[in-house]
């Protein structure tokens, strides 16, 4: 039952109560012939309701009809003598219900009600134990000593009760029940339950009819028996394993009645797959109309043998003939037919029985043919894939096709690149307070111009990169490998040859002027080619791994910073202990060791006339970052004197998910007067006078006496004294500064750790005054050359030492 407050109780009490008697004295006290219009009306609504398929208002009309049968009797009571008013009213009442009750079942009005079954007194209560839900004792034969196949098995959730789909011997199949199935004693019907995350539910089989009884009962998980007409078995196993019993007579009175389909040599439910063979043929004609092709629907005769005895009927295969010629190809519905221009030849993908799909190519004067592979890949290059034709010439069918994403695995930094083969979102900036915008991120378009002629050897297929100008595309075409198995193209834009020789890897600018390119020499570094100025520029000197993205102005990279032992824990402080040589000697470096792993990081590339600029990975914020702020920031004191550089939050998953909404913590700070400080969130603010500075840190580990969730901590840095303190006070809300004044910090506190996507939670301002964390036991920093630590980072003093400190150069 549904748990309800007792004010909520009472309220539906009353409502119930005023339903019931308010109708009741209405029809009590106008006089008897409107009385018995009110009653006679409500019985045509229900009539009216129920023609017009309004099943909700009929039920309503009933109700008030249940009300006015009883207020006429205490109506016709009033009326009569005293020795006939409680007769007659009593009889009135009973009638006037009863007529109620026999139109709403002879308008459909009746609710149906569940079957339910009783407790049996079976071991006191409890089952005798049968067929677990959780599987291992499926039937696998039936009665008559038949074989049942059982698959496709699955789960509700992880660990939840089985799903499965049994067949029976004479093709019935029954798709997604429980495990705990039972046949009755006779064989004539066989019982299962279908478990779900909501209200169970309880299916009968009547093998001899063919007839599917879906059964309005939730009791059952798990079936015992199923013997003299009556179904016994357990609730939930999970709550009492309570037994129960109900008759199949009971069961099947207030079941929904389905027959199953014949189709070949299957017995189904009725469902989506007949539309799917609503197509009984496909006509293709060609441009002049001179062709034509024909395919008719074709269905194995066998589906009980197929792995998945339903694939045909969902992706149904049609047999095709061309200008009324039968061939043994087989095609689909959505099969995309290419015409040449002149209608005499035409390709597609198709297969022959018991093969594979193939490009097969046909011509009035030379019949068929299939075309070789469209594609000969090499491990070095980007991953490729491709579907459906899209054009017809009289040397090459054009492929739609695109490079995989090259995610790193970390999100903007990673030791390994995940090969992604789908649009997906993509960090694109930032907003003031720090939450990453996201918007998606389109794979590489390219079209594959396969050769009509040949046996596909390398080289043979042509490149075609997205529109670049216009409808111009940027051909790409193989002229050898390099000694690490490297592709190396030339590039052709319309009229233009684009010198130099390139790897196959490139981006179009969403805006269509350039391309980006990398050289298959080992200069490494970016080149963009400007189609309308015909020139190229170069950037910095980078060991490129491949290319990201091109949106506006700015080329986004992933590029080789170094590699990292094996035995070593990457730390924010220390990514890389092995940097790279030259690019012209780094080939060697590059490649896999079992030793080390190469570190990935995500660099951007700002496009101007003069050539590409490395932007720098940091921002610079002007307002105190929210908890959920992504990355790496600086952010200057209000006298600008001093400055604070925050890098390497994480959320507690550290993967390469966005989670947009989610708290960051791990953060390592450094400001331009020294202070080093790690495990830190990003929410942080600098006072007025820029003396002390108010930072966060995320406890995701709390024990029980804290509640066992997350809590925040927060933190005061004084960088004149250089000194630490830690509050004791435990906020549990995502904090986000406001301000901080002389005397007081103000923090704004949410209802939840993660930032909701409506923003409805304005969060509520909590004030924590500076003389009450300045009581607070402070840590001396500890001086390091020019850095002052705490005591927990002097381990990492000589990473602290080593870093790259050229974000906060313009405070030094």
């Known amino acids: 039952m549904d748990e309800k407050s007792l004010p909520r109780l009472l309220l539906d009490l009353l409502w119930q109560l005023a339903v019931l008697l308010i109708p009741i004295f209405l029809v009590t006290v106008v006089p008897l012939p409107l009385a018995l219009g009110v009653v006679l009306g409500c019985a045509a609504l229900m009539w009216l309701a129920a023609r017009a398929g309004w099943l909700r208002t009929g039920r309503g009309a009933a109700r008030v009809m249940t009300s006015a049968a009883i207020g006429l009797g205490f109506n016709l009571g009033r009326a009569l003598p005293a020795y006939w008013d409680i007769a007659g009213a009593a009889v009135v009442m009973f009638c006037g219900l009863a007529c109620v009750s026999h139109l709403e079942r002879r308008f459909g009005l009746a609710d149906t009600t569940k079957a339910k079954a009783k407790s049996s007194p079976l071991s006191g209560g409890q089952s005798s134990g049968g067929a677990s839900a959780w599987g291992g004792d499926e039937p696998r034969v039936t009665p008559e000593g038949e074989p049942i196949r059982v698959f496709n098995y699955s789960e509700i959730a992880m660990g939840g009760p089985v799903l499965c789909d049994y067949l029976l011997p004479d093709g019935v199949l029954l798709q997604g029940l429980g495990a705990s199935a039972r046949f009755s004693n006779d064989g004539r019907y066989f019982a299962a339950p279908l478990p779900s995350r909501q209200a169970w539910g309880l299916v009968v089989l009547d093998r001899e009819l063919h007839q599917l009884y879906h059964c309005s009962c939730d009791e059952f998980w798990e079936l015992d028996a199923f013997n003299g007409g009556t179904l016994s078995g357990r609730y939930s196993p999970l709550v009492d394993n309570g037994a129960r019993e109900i008759s199949l007579e009971q069961l099947l009175a207030t079941a929904e009645k389905v027959s199953l389909v014949p189709i070949a040599d299957l017995w189904l ?122 054009e017809l010439d009289d040397h090459h069918l054009r492929l739609s096709s695109y490079f995989d994403y090259p995610q790193p695995d970390h999100g903007r930094y990673g030791y390994g690149l995940y090969s992604i083969h789908s649009d997906c979102d993509a960090q694109i900036g930032h907003a003031p307070n720090g939450r990453i915008l996201v918007a998606e991120r389109q794979l590489t378009r390219v079209q594959l111009a396969v050769p009509l002629t040949g046996d596909g050897q390398r080289g043979a297929t042509i490149v075609e990169s997205s529109p670049v100008q216009g409808k111009t595309r940027a051909q790409f075409t193989w002229q050898q490998d390099n000694d690490q198995g490297l592709g190396g193209y030339t590039c052709r834009i319309g009229e233009w040859a684009v010198p130099g020789v390139w790897q196959l890897d490139h981006r179009v600018s969403d805006a269509g002027r350039y391309i980006a390119l990398i050289p298959i020499t080992a200069a490494g570094h970016v080149v963009v080619a400007d189609a309308q100025e015909r020139q190229l520029l170069n950037s910095p000197a980078l060991l490129v791994a491949r290319l990201l993205d091109f949106r506006g102005p700015t080329v986004s990279v992933a590029v080789i910073r170094g590699r990292l032992n094996q035995d070593r824990q990457s730390t924010p402080l220390q990514r890389f202990d092995q940097s790279p040589p030259e690019a012209h000697d780094a080939a060697d470096f590059c490649q896999h060791r079992p030793d080390s792993r190469l570190y990935y990081e995500w660099c951007e590339l700002n496009v101007s006339p003069q050539g590409l600029t490395a932007l720098p990975d940091w921002r610079l914020v002007k307002q105190p970052q929210s908890a959920v702020a992504d990355g790496n920031f600086v952010q200057p004191a209000p006298t600008d004197t001093d400055a604070a550089w925050l890098f390497g939050c994480e959320t507690e998953y550290a993967d390469s998910w966005l989670r947009v909404q989610s708290p960051r913590l791990g953060g390592h700070l450094l400001t331009a007067s020294g202070c080093a400080i790690g495990d830190l969130a990003p929410s942080m603010i600098w006072s007025e006078g820029a003396r002390y500075l108010a930072l966060t840190r995320l406890h995701t580990d709390m024990d029980d006496e804290h509640g066992g969730r997350s809590a925040w901590q927060v933190l005061l840095l004084d960088v004149q004294e250089r000194t630490l303190r830690r509050s004791p006070q435990w906020l549990h809300n995502r904090p986000q500064f406001e301000s901080f004044k002389a005397d007081a910090l103000k923090v704004r506190l949410f209802l939840r750790d993660w930032e909701a996507e409506d923003d409805t939670d304005r969060g509520s301002i909590t004030v924590i005054k500076l003389s009450d964390l300045l009581t607070l036991p402070a840590e001396a920093l500890t001086p390091h050359g020019e850095l002052w630590l705490t005591q927990d980072q002097l381990g990492n003093a000589e990473a602290w030492q080593a870093l790259d400190t050229s974000a906060l150069s313009h405070w030094r």
């Not at 006509?283 to 005769?301: F, I, M, N």
């Not at 040449?340 to 022959?352: E, L, Y």
């Open 269 to 390: 439910e009725p469902g989506a797959w007949q539309q799917y063979l609503e197509v009984e043929t496909l006509r293709h004609t060609s441009p002049d109309g001179q062709q034509r092709l024909d395919a008719s629907l074709v269905l194995p005769t066998r589906l009980r043998d197929l792995p998945q005895p339903c694939d045909p009927l969902r992706n149904p295969e049609y047999r095709v003939s061309i200008n009324a010629e039968p061939t043994a190809l087989l095609i689909r519905a959505d099969t995309a037919i290419i015409w040449h221009p002149d209608g005499r030849a035409f390709a597609c993908r198709a297969r022959m029985a018991d093969e594979s799909p193939d490009y097969w190519l046909w011509h009035l004067d030379r019949g068929w043919q299939t075309l070789p592979c469209p594609w000969t890949p090499a491990d070095s290059e980007p991953s490729l894939g491709w579907s459906e034709p899209l």
